[in-house]
């Protein structure tokens, strides 16, 4: 098994520009979430969703979008980016909810000029 | 709402010391408790969670919903122990994990 793999590892968008950032797990698992790791900030939330075609927000949601078509794939897209949103993002999925051990993917550099 | 808070961004011991990581959270009801760890150049995984009761490499955490903490110990740190150590909180009835700001650990030789 891959495990949780996110795509790409490193990006730099200028302010402005969209890309999406993938993830996907092949666990099977029922949940994924998306966060972003800020020194001094631990991790924040962004999205998640519980199983395909069901996604909530988290505690930092503007300016992302997530979609969950199939149980594997956890996309985020960033709709005009940001230097606020320079940071690293991680995705990662549990068996029902994040209550049940979390796995994380080796997290994307994102650098907004 | 949920807060978890480490106080200490940054903590150095020497190799054979005894090292707690403190985490407080504010919650009025039941939570579940986890310590998650980042070692360098390592995924962010699961160390303990305070249902399991158990120790995992030596490191052992007890819930204390009187003084609402839920610290990190361990009795004789070694260098392989250095790492960014998370605490995280989720409430009964959510989804959600709330993560504290992360004590980076360092263990000196």
Redesign the interface.
């Known amino acids: 098994n891959a495990g949780v793999t996110q795509t790409p590892k490193f990006q730099v968008l200028k302010t402005g520009q969209s890309m999406t950032l993938q993830c996907a797990q092949d666990m099977n698992h029922e ?1 994924m ?1 998306w ?1 972003r790791q800020d020194p ?6 962004i999205h ?1 969703s ?1 199983g395909a075609g069901i996604t909530d927000q ?2 930092v949601p503007n300016g992302y979008n997530v979609s969950r078509s199939t149980t594997e794939d956890f996309p985020l897209r960033l709709l005009s980016a940001a230097p606020s949103q320079t940071s690293v993002y ?1 995705c ?1 999925s549990s068996l029902y ?3 049940n ?7 994307t550099r994102l650098t907004v000029l | 709402a949920q807060r978890v808070t480490q106080p200490e961004k940054l903590l150095s011991v020497f190799k054979g010391a005894p090292v707690e990581l403190k985490c407080n959270y504010s919650y009025s009801g039941s939570p579940e408790l986890f310590w998650y760890v980042q070692y360098s150049r390592q995924r962010l995984q699961l160390l303990l969670r305070h249902i399991s009761r158990e120790s995992i490499k030596g490191f052992t955490a007890d819930l204390n919903k009187g003084e609402t903490s839920f610290h990190l110990k361990k009795p004789f740190a070694q260098e392989e122990d250095s790492a960014m150590y998370y605490c995280a909180l989720i409430r009964s009835s959510a989804r959600q994990l709330t993560f504290g700001s992360g004590t980076q650990l360092t263990v000196l030789p």
């Open positions: 949940y979430s966060y001094g900030m631990g991790l924040r939330l998640y519980v988290g505690e991680f990662a909810n994040s209550g051990e979390q796995f994380f993917g080796p997290g």
